[in-house]
């Protein structure tokens, strides 16, 4: 045959297998790289339409859906935000219902080889609750003690206890006690205050971490989340430094008068009970006596609290007296075999200058 078309049915044979040996390997090409596959793909399930009464508390978050597909569509669909929706427009509160999470439509390219898949939820009433919040001093000296009515937690203003709301699964929020660890050292007596104090919770007994657990749809929330506390404690030890306070005891001698006491040093230092040692406001020392004295004297004397188990520091202080003349005062002799001569007129009788007073 000849012709235009004699090239065509010319061995037409070997040219149709050739055609379809070149498809084959187009094809083969193609899919070796995007092949079609058959898959269960782990995807998020999406809740909404939640009434706002109620409270999911085991939702399951993922779910298997068998799909077909080239497996570029499986793995955009594998990262989906949400692969299956479940409505809960309807939903009532109780345990183990059944509900039907339905694929996404909006992937094309995929076909869902099932396309209701049941899930099985928990759902309870949703509940709110005012709790108290517990002060717990975790690091206490010993012998130190919590006064109740003044260690408290407050939301701003001090005068007011402060209490944290809690929004959640009624199951839960029944059995939560809300608390602040107060770990700062306490070694005194004392009041203090330390803001933004975050609030803890225990549920019947154990710690829990409601950020973290347990996982509910909506999730379990509270406030206020920190808190300023305040906390008075009693008992313990304590030290400060406290003045010296001297007597002095007699007369000097006829025509001096004292002119200053000093004192080195002029304060010590107590330490012992809180409660004893907050009612010291100076110690005595030992009496002074300047019965007859004519000239300056330093002396050391000892110093004490007067009150049981407080001590102090140091134990003896250097007392200087210092004394001045101010007139003399000597009787004249009368002559031997002579008269008695009139008296004289008596001497003032030496009168002991005011006692100093410690400053």
Request: net charge positive; charged share 15%; proline share 10%.
């Amino acid at each position: 045959m000849h012709g235009p078309l004699s090239w065509i049915v010319t061995n037409w044979r070997l040219k149709l297998l050739s055609l379809l040996l070149a498809i084959g390997l187009l094809g083969g090409v193609a899919f070796s790289e995007n092949p079609p596959m058959f898959a269960s793909v782990a995807v998020r399930v999406d809740y909404h339409n939640l009434p706002k009464d109620l409270v999911v508390t085991n939702p399951k978050w993922t779910v298997d859906v068998p799909v077909a597909g080239f497996r570029s569509d499986v793995l955009r669909y594998k990262q989906a935000s949400a692969g299956v929706q479940v409505d809960l427009t309807h939903a009532r509160a109780g345990p183990n219902q059944i509900y039907i999470a339905k694929p996404r439509l909006d992937l094309p390219g995929l076909t869902f080889r099932q396309s209701n898949i049941p899930i099985s939820l928990d759902i309870e009433p949703m509940a709110t609750r005012l709790l108290d919040i517990e002060v717990r001093t975790k690091n206490r000296a010993a012998g130190i003690a919590v006064v109740s009515d003044r260690t408290y937690a407050t939301c701003g203003n001090a005068n007011d206890h402060c209490q944290v709301t809690v929004v959640g699964p009624a199951s839960i929020v029944s059995g939560l006690k809300a608390y602040v660890d107060y770990d700062v050292p306490i070694t005194t007596a004392a009041t203090g205050s330390s803001p933004n104090q975050p609030v803890k919770f225990e549920y019947r007994g154990a710690p829990i971490d409601l950020s973290k657990g347990p996982r509910t749809i909506p999730p379990v929330s509270w406030s206020p989340e920190v808190v300023t506390v305040l906390v008075t404690t009693q008992g313990g030890t304590q030290t400060k430094t406290v003045p010296v306070n001297y007597r002095v005891q007699g007369t000097q001698a006829c025509g001096y008068q004292i002119a200053s006491v000093d004192l080195q040093p002029n304060v010590v230092t107590v330490n012992g009970p809180a409660d004893a040692v907050g009612r010291i406001t100076n110690v005595s020392m030992e009496t002074i006596s300047i019965a007859g004295l004519s000239s300056s004297q330093r002396m050391l004397k000892g110093v004490s609290t007067g009150v049981s188990g407080v001590s102090v520091e140091p134990q003896q202080v250097f007392v200087t007296v210092n004394v001045s003349q101010t007139f003399t005062c000597a009787a004249p002799t009368p002559a031997t075999g002579a008269l008695p001569a009139a008296p004289p007129a008596a001497a003032p009788s030496p009168t002991p200058s005011p006692t100093p007073q410690p400053t």
